[in-house]
């Protein structure tokens, strides 16, 4: 369902639309991001943009935090569980900068984040966008 916004949501609205945006993703994907933590944080924290070589918050919306699939091994130790942290501030600039449907645009950064849970790198997400 999609919702026209005439102020900005909240943090916790924007949540509300990447849950469901999720629950969209066919069940065959859907099953194996199941236990990722979804966050909405105002802006990147800036030891995060230094780790990812990015100079400014406003240009990540968001990011995946965790061992992408592919690079998991049974042999690993335990590790931090799998997380995906939305920027609500930087997604706002985005939708006033594009004119384009927030919970498309939430949906979309989403998509692109549980792609890296899947181990596809910027490239190949970009790849299968255009295609």
Sequence with gaps: MTRSFTTPPSAEEMADMA???LEMIPARLRRHVAGIAITVEELAEDALLADLGIDSA???TG???GTPLNQRSIDDIARTPDAILLFRQAILLE???LGEDLSRLV???LIHEIAHHFGFS???IEA???E
Excluded: G
Aim: aromatic share 14%.
């Design 19 to 21: 849950e469901a945006a």
């Design 58 to 60: 406003w240009d990540l």
């Design 63 to 65: 990011v995946y935090l």
């Design 95 to 97: 939708w006033i900068e």
């Design 107 to 109: 949906r979309s950064v």
């Design 122 to 124: 910027d490239a190949e």
């Design 128 to 130: 299968l966008e255009r």
